[in-house]
């Protein structure tokens, strides 16, 4: 990308922030004030750089008068500053306007980073589609498949965290590890689902001798990290009892555990396998084919086995539906037809979860994962067959023929 047309997609990039960010406030923060999730971030990061810890009781009551204009009982989410102190330093710029600002730029930054991770997966792969079918992945992403809404009504997290994955995984597949390493710090904002992910594809990448980014991240974590405790002390052991007290009134989603323990012990041990089984074929032979299907195990693994707060993290299935679509193009017709409805299925079902009787809304959590990790295996192994087919034929009737005597 030349500096021209960097500065175009920024500019492009900055409108349509600008106009989410209009909209946000006119359509929400007007309506809801301060009734977001990401008011507690808002006022714990202006603690933070007050110098001061945001992990204390006033703390917590000051959040819950703000949002709610009195104090909650101790068995409701109690809305305090439950991250890390870190993350107040690594989102300063939002943090320092008014909180109504803050509140509808954060959220109109989730919408434009869930526009992107399309655009940024059809350039890890190579997938040059049509203007109407990249119209039509981008729009049905962001307005069809239930969970960016659900996103960016909340004000949470996911699409910065689905961001700074997808442009880690750009740079590595560019060979630029050091920014990877940078941008895979964006994931960790919060750390509960995009932490454990970004440091297993460094960590594999590591260990094939790519250790650039995960020693690149490693020094921007301890840099921010360390002047966090210049700012409040060591805030370590405040934040991990934070947690705790988070997990009681609040506990986290460990999706197996919506089947019978019998059955959801088989299904991790078959999860385990199939992420050591895509692990080997990626150390046996580190091309980009390899890495993308090691990078899609790692997220489909992860949603499924790494304990969960909320089912607006399900927007990292974008990325393995758009690498599933790519490959169903090697498909013939018919097998290719049925891949794309099921993955037309999987964006549109979510909204028919909610309207279930009696339905835990936190099952789709373990249904939408597992309806999309099926449709992504079944296309491997067609594509893989596919291929293998093909070179089979090439070897039987080579098309240089040995001249005869």
Not at 135 to 157: E, R, S
Not at 211 to 236: Q, Y
Not at 340 to 357: D, E, K, T
């Amino acid at each position: 990308m030349n500096r021209r047309i960097f500065l175009a997609v920024l500019g492009v990039t900055i409108l349509i922030t600008a106009g989410f960010a209009t909209f946000s406030q006119s359509a929400f923060v007007s309506q809801r004030h301060l009734r977001f999730d990401f008011y507690p971030h808002w006022l714990g990061g202006r603690t933070v750089w007050a110098g001061e810890t945001p992990y204390t009781l006033e703390t917590t009551q000051q959040i819950q008068r703000d949002m709610f204009g009195e104090l909650l009982r101790a068995d409701e989410d109690q809305q305090n500053f439950a991250y890390p102190a870190y993350t107040s330093i690594l989102i300063a710029p939002v943090i320092a306007l008014p909180a109504p600002t803050a509140i509808a730029l954060w959220m109109a930054l989730q919408l434009t980073a869930i526009m992107w991770i399309p655009i940024i997966w059809l350039a890890i792969l190579g997938w040059k589609p049509s203007p109407i079918t990249l119209c039509l992945l981008v729009i049905g992403f962001l307005f069809v498949f239930h969970y960016p809404l659900d996103t960016f009504a909340l004000g949470q997290f996911s699409g910065t965290v689905l961001l700074g994955i997808s442009l880690g995984v750009w740079f590595l597949m560019q060979r630029n590890d050091i920014a990877a390493g940078a941008a895979f710090v964006i994931a960790t904002v919060p750390p509960t689902i995009g932490g454990p992910i970004v440091l297993a594809i460094m960590g594999a990448f590591a260990l094939r001798g790519r250790w650039r980014a995960l020693a690149t991240f490693i020094m921007i974590m301890a840099l921010v990290t360390g002047f966090s405790i210049l700012r409040i002390g060591w805030w370590i052991p405040q934040w991990i009892n934070i947690v705790r007290q988070y997990a009681d009134y609040a506990p986290p989603v460990w999706v197996p555990s919506f089947l019978p323990s019998p059955i959801a012990l088989i299904l991790v041990g078959v999860l385990m396998a199939y992420l050591g089984w895509s692990f080997y074929r990626f150390w046996k032979q580190f091309n980009q084919t390899e890495q993308v299907n090691f990078v899609v195990a790692v997220l489909l693994v992860g949603l499924l086995l790494l304990p969960q707060t909320g089912y607006y993290y399900l927007v990292l299935l974008i990325p393995v539906i758009v690498v599933t679509l790519a490959y169903a193009r090697e498909l013939p017709s018919p097998l290719k037809w049925r891949v794309r409805l099921s993955c037309i299925l999987a964006v549109i079902s979510p909204w028919f979860y909610f309207s279930i009787p009696g339905h835990n809304p936190d099952i789709q959590g373990l249904i939408l994962p597992l309806h999309v990790g099926l449709t992504w295996v079944i296309t491997l192994g067609l594509s893989g067959r596919l291929k293998q087919s093909a070179w089979s034929s090439t070897v039987s009737s080579p098309s240089i023929q040995q001249p005869t005597r």
